[in-house]
């Protein structure tokens, strides 16, 4: 698939990993132009069956995104009473790289706050440079809230006190705090960043698409009520063993000396082995 014609976004496919790069000076506001892009560049991962690993990054080292544009938010309606009934365009937007079957990464090496940080919460994953990567929700000392997911995801990421204390106090979060918090997977020096991110992406990569996409959709089903998430986890199950994929890597992972002492003890440079050849 060719991703043109884009303004704001860069798009780079390679060996099943898609990189987006955000570039929209001069600090990557989440305007209508960078929204609508982000929102056709979803789409279009989505479909794409060449890529199996979607890499999120920013060409400003000081903004991944600012945040939402504000005077945009002014010019929203202000008289709206009812009560929606599903979940607003730009909820969908930043939900599709959760739903989406190919692992989605978020590598942050400066501001993402707000609608920024939002879109880094729909993520799978979110890594982050030390002494860099800044993370808030600044929306309610501008007298409004979190309104693109912010407040569903934040409490199920870090719980409810921590989510509050974000969300109320709108400070900003640095990378090893935010790493604490379970708000980032890990905060990584500056220079470790780039490197572990595109090995982790690539790793990744190397596997099955069924196997990441059952993978995530087992994982999500960790929401609903235990016994009702063992059942999704063992339908998941059933369709990843009947893939042609499944059954020719556990075939070969056995011819390979897969449970023996020797191959146990290194399985890594096996798995390696079995990515090598599809």
């Not at 707000?114 to 990567?133: C, I, K, T, V, Y």
């Not at 986890?233 to 059954?247: D, I, S």
Request: charged fraction near 25%.
């Amino acid at each position: 698939m060719a991703y043109d014609g884009y303004a704001c976004l860069r798009v780079r496919v390679e060996d099943g990993v898609a990189t987006v790069t955000i570039d929209h000076p001069p600090i990557n506001l989440f305007d209508v132009p960078l929204i609508t892009e982000m929102d056709r560049v979803g789409r279009e991962l989505e479909a794409d069956a060449a890529v199996r690993v979607v890499v999120l990054q920013s060409a400003n080292p000081e903004f991944f995104i600012a945040h939402a544009d504000v005077a945009m938010i002014e010019q929203l309606p202000r008289d709206v009473r009812e009560k929606p009934t599903a979940p607003h365009g730009f909820h969908r937007m930043v939900d599709r790289f959760r739903t989406m079957p190919k692992a989605t990464i978020g590598k942050i090496e400066g501001r993402a706050r707000g609608g920024g940080s939002e879109l880094l919460l729909s993520l799978d994953m979110r890594f982050g440079a030390l002494g860099r990567a800044i993370v808030s929700q600044p929306e309610v000392a501008l007298g409004i809230l979190p309104g693109g997911s912010g407040t569903q995801r934040l409490p199920r990421l870090i719980g409810r006190a921590r989510a509050l204390e974000v969300i109320l106090g709108c400070e900003d979060f640095p990378a090893d705090l935010a790493e604490r918090y379970g708000y980032l997977n890990r905060a990584l020096p500056a220079d470790a960043l780039g490197p572990f991110v595109d090995r982790l992406a690539r790793r990744i990569a190397s596997f099955p698409a069924e196997a990441i996409a059952f993978a995530k959709r087992s994982v999500d089903a960790a929401e609903l009520p235990t016994e009702a998430g063992l059942v999704e986890e063992a339908h998941w199950f059933n369709q990843a063993l009947g893939t042609a994929a499944a059954q020719e890597r556990m075939r070969r992972f056995l011819a390979l000396g897969g449970q023996t002492r020797d191959v146990e003890l290194d399985l890594e440079a096996t798995l390696a082995a079995l990515a090598r050849r599809g």
